[in-house]
Structures are given as C-alpha cells and as structure tokens.
C-alpha cells in the first residue's frame, strides 16, 4: 500500500525542524499562518490609513516633494466643512444614494418574488437579468453614452415617443436637470440584479411550511406578503442596501465615464471632488482631510445600519 503524500513530506521533513514544528502549541501554529495576512492587512490598508491621516494635517503637495512640509493642525478640515463646493457635492451624492437604493430595492425585490415563483424559462431569465451586473463600468458607461446621444441615442427615441417631442432635443447627459437622473438610471439597470439575487436568496430560505401553515389559518396571499415574506427577507434587503450605499457612496468610474464630473455641480460627487482635489489641484494634505470626513462618515453610518441590522435579525 502506498504511502501518502503528507506522509512522505514529513518524513522529508529535517529532525531538527520537525521537533520544532512538534514542540509548538495549535496557538502558535495559527499564529504562524495567520500572521502573513495580518502583515499584508497591516501594509496594504492601516499604514496608508495613518499616513493619511498625517497628511491630513499638513500644506503638503505632491507635485512639489521638496517644498517644506508645514503642520497646520485643523485647518484643511476647518476649510472643508465650510466649503460650499464640498457641501453641494454631498448633496448630490446623498441624492444618488437614495434614489438608486430606491429603485434597486424595489425593482430587485420584485425581479426576485417573480423568479421565485419558478416558472418555465426560470434559469434562463435568471440568467439574462444578472448579465449586466458581470459588466465593467468602463463598458457600461460607454453603452450609455452612445444610447444617450441626442443624434443617434436609443433612449432619446422612447422618450421622445411617450411624449410626442423632437428627440434631438433631448440632452440627458449635457443637462443639469436630467444628467444627475441618467447616473440614477445606468447605475438601477446595472446593480439591480445583484439586490435580486440577494434576496432571492432571502425569498428562497423561507419555509415552505410556514406558508401552509398561514393557508390553513385561511390567511389571505396578501397578509401572509406582509406577515412573513417581508419580515423574514429584511435582513436581506437591508444587507444588500449596505452593500449598495457603501460601493455607491464612492461611486466614481461610471460618472466620470457618463459626464466626467459635470455638469456643474449636479453630478459631481464627493468621491468625484475628492479626486479634483488630489490630483488635479495637487492639494494633497487638504484632500488627505477631505478623504479622512468621508471615511469617518461612511464607517460612522455602517456602524448604526449594522446595529439596526442586528436587531431586526435577533427578533
């Protein structure tokens, strides 16, 4: 019969090295391949987090590394926090936020009481409404631009049909008014089906007994919607709204690839400002505060969602 492989390694295991493997406790050997992790967590993640937070608090600027580094305490952050700029950017971001959650949930939460139902073609639809989640941004927003262009833009023409106008009139992309609704839009189509899947997954852990058990009670389908499908998916739903406010609260790839920041100041979030700030103003120490307010602010509101979050799992 022969040997297996871990077998063979310790036999080529060195004495030396195998009474020092063996004369160490299960602690010690966790620690040990456990600490790796920790060291890259520590170098790709705390460290530029501390170093931010020293820059922070200084003049620095990237593009001049040999100019004199002045501490100037709370003054970067003392400039944000009454910056109007700053304050209209965040607006516009908590305008995203809520409307894209908005129509996530609501559309995800219908495409997956629809698929639960398991009808012929389940698996094939399944997978059709997924597909634009497998997407880059980079190749959604372009798919974007071209369906919003005046001339030749798909979605001009739908419009244009429902209410009778020219479609060349229609500039999604180039107005105040409409642009900020065309992220909302690109970003609903795109990140739907991953709120769908998630509670799919929530309409699919209930217990198919539970339902009998509120048809024998002679319980309508619509208090058992309101008494057991929707109490026993919230976690869920409010798991997948974490997921969506946090990744949209610094969205910026897909605007930039929509509008570029513009226009005005209707579509340019704070992730959007922040990168104006570090790398086109080159002020580095004041967007190193600015990045620091948006970090405390989203680990700040992650923290209260997740203790809601909590509760409404423990009842």
């Known amino acids: 019969m022969s040997e ?4 063979r390694m310790a036999e080529a295991t060195p004495q030396p090295l195998a009474r020092k493997v ?15 992790t920790i060291f890259l967590l520590l170098a790709v993640n705390i460290f530029p987090l501390i170093w931010t937070i020293n820059l922070s608090f200084t003049n620095f600027k990237a593009n001049r590394p040999n100019r004199e580094v002045e501490y100037i305490g709370l003054r970067n952050y003392e400039r944000i ?10 607006q516009a971001t908590a305008h995203f936020l ?46 974007w631009t071209f369906l919003y262009q005046p001339q030749i833009g798909l979605f001009n023409y739908v419009v244009a049909f429902f209410t009778g106008a020219d479609p060349s009139s229609f500039e999604m992309l180039g107005s105040v008014q409409l642009a900020p609704w065309a992220i909302v ?8 089906p991953f709120v769908m899947l998630i509670c799919l997954a929530g309409l699919r852990s209930i217990p198919d007994y ?5 048809e024998i009670d002679r319980a309508s389908k619509w208090r058992q919607f ?3 499908t929707v109490p026993m998916v919230m976690p869920f739903l409010m798991l997948a709204v974490l997921f969506r406010g946090i990744e949209n609260f610094k969205m910026f790839d897909l605007v930039v690839q929509l509008t570029g920041g513009g226009p005005g100041s209707t579509t340019e979030l704070a992730s959007i ?20 307010i948006l970090f405390v602010t989203v680990f700040g509101l992650a923290s209260i969602y997740v203790k809601a979050l909590n509760k409404v799992k423990d009842r």
């Open 22 to 36: 063996r004369g160490l406790s299960d602690r010690a050997i966790a620690w040990i391949f456990v600490a790796p």
């Open 210 to 214: 539970i339902y009998e058990a509120a």
């Open 273 to 292: 400002n922040l990168k104006r700030e570090a790398f086109e103003k080159w002020r580095t120490g004041y967007s190193s505060a600015f990045a620091i």
């Open 226 to 228: 309101w008494t057991i």
């Open 98 to 143: 809520f409307w894209t959650i908005f129509f996530q949930v609501l559309i995800g939460f219908t495409l997956a009481w629809l698929i639960n139902k398991k009808f012929k073609g389940n698996d094939l639809w399944t997978t059709i409404i997924v597909l634009p989640m497998m997407l880059s941004p980079a190749v959604v927003g372009n798919f």
């Open 81 to 90: 926090l009454t910056d109007s700029d700053i304050w209209l950017s965040m």
């Open 4 to 7: 297996s492989p871990i077998t």
């Open 185 to 192: 839009i690109v970003d609903t189509w795109m990140w739907t």
